[in-house]
């Protein structure tokens, strides 16, 4: 009897192992599914926690004034948190730097003029300048000022990323809303851009991805998708935003005879590709306002990250405010993608057959709420649980028996 009961419990014993053997192979294949992921998603087995910038934003309506510390002339508004040590590039290329910040009213020391005609004749020289990107180099051929005759330079990217972060925003005159939670108005925008970049027969990687809700915790979230549109090797990475300054003559201007917004590019300026992004802007703009004179309105380089660290050739582009109509804001999106192309280097074709191929390729090769590198996690997971789960019917099999 006492033998029995010995072997009974040697039984229960060798069930408890058997089942602890399985769940700790099941949480190591977790461990290894979750690394993947942080691996292919962030280009590190870390999470990003330090990439989040949901907090640089006020709430819409809220604004800060900038001023000329010498001459108490208002510089700029705008509806982000501004920060000592932020600088800023004006329409008429006056570079500031941030001295102090008091409350709402922000005082910047003017550091000189922008050689703004200096980085213009260099896009225009024969030196063909470069701009990195993370998977190599694009070269630039913009030796002629008729955009119409600039010739393709060699490059490896063909494309274009676009999304948006906050996806909520919208625009009050035609929402009736600044905030649209399952997809707002700055979506449409960015829509725009695609289209008119895919009629030219450029090559867009979308991402309609909703990032809700508009928290601090936002561009963690959209930094997933960033990393996704990066595998494809675009030309460059636009994360489409609108401001919030309350005044909608701040941002409102006439292009083409149409009504459209100014747009402002921000760039942040507390990662390794700072530098780069601030030339590639810097950049940007002086050709914008060679060839769409009055488009950009500033370039702000701001505390912060907004995921620009994944590579060069990125940057985030506030559209108006959310007191423009929403018409106004794609006009100016359009605007600023009929020429991306020539900008870029990018080559263009007329023939409206490659275009329609190159937009079906586009709907079918978009990212979905369910993104792939999502999808790929899932797949793991099962798969740790399978073989898991074979470990625990092998042990418990060759081990079962007394």
């Known amino acids: 009897m006492a033998n029995l009961v010995t072997k009974q419990m040697a039984r229960d014993t060798r069930k408890r192992s058997n089942y602890m053997v399985a769940v700790l192979s099941i949480l190591c294949l977790c461990l290894f599914t979750y690394v993947f992921t942080q691996w292919q998603q962030n280009g590190s087995f870390l999470p990003v926690w330090e990439a989040s910038d949901g907090s640089d934003e006020e709430t819409a309506g809220v604004y800060y004034t900038l001023y000329d510390s010498a001459s108490g002339e208002v510089i700029e508004y705008m509806g982000r948190r501004v920060y000592s040590g932020d600088e800023l590039l004006t329409g008429d290329n006056r570079y500031y730097r941030v001295e102090r910040v008091d409350g709402h009213n922000v005082y910047c020391e003017l550091l000189g003029e922008c050689a703004i005609e200096q980085v213009l004749d260099e896009l225009y020289s024969g030196s063909v300048p470069t701009v990195s990107t993370g998977a190599g180099t694009i070269q630039y051929d913009l030796q002629d000022k008729n955009i119409d005759s600039i010739s393709v330079g060699t490059r490896n990217f063909q494309s274009v990323a676009i999304y948006c972060t906050h996806t909520d925003e919208s625009y009050v005159p035609t929402s009736g809303t600044e905030s649209k939670h399952g997809g707002g108005d700055i979506l449409d925008v960015a829509e725009t851009m695609v289209t008119v970049l895919e009629n030219q027969g450029v090559s867009v990687i979308h991402s309609d991805n909703l990032h809700d809700p508009h928290d601090v915790n936002a561009y963690q979230r959209s930094r997933k998708t960033a990393a996704e549109l990066l595998r494809g090797a675009p030309a460059a990475i ?160 060759g081990k079962g028996r007394v």
Do not use: C
Request: proline share 3%; aromatic share 6%.
């Open 238 to 397: 636009i994360d489409v935003h609108r401001d919030g300054i309350p005044d909608p003559e701040y941002y409102a201007t006439t292009l083409d005879g149409k009504e459209a917004t100014q747009i402002r590019i921000v760039v942040g300026r507390q990662n390794q590709n700072s530098e780069a992004n601030i030339a590639f802007a810097e950049k940007m703009k002086a050709y914008y306002d060679d060839v769409k004179p009055g488009l950009i309105k500033s370039i702000f380089m701001a505390k912060g990250n907004y995921n620009q660290d994944l590579a060069p050739n990125s940057v985030l582009l506030e559209i108006g405010t959310h007191t423009n109509t929403l018409e106004a804001a794609q006009n100016g999106a359009k605007e600023f993608a009929e020429v991306l192309p020539q900008f870029l280097g990018l080559k263009t074709v007329s023939d409206k057959n490659t275009a329609s191929e190159d937009k079906q390729n586009h709907a079918s090769g978009s990212i979905s709420d369910t993104d792939s590198g999502t999808g790929k996690a899932i797949v793991l997971l099962l798969l740790a649980i399978a073989i898991g789960g074979a470990i625990y019917l092998f042990v418990t099999k």
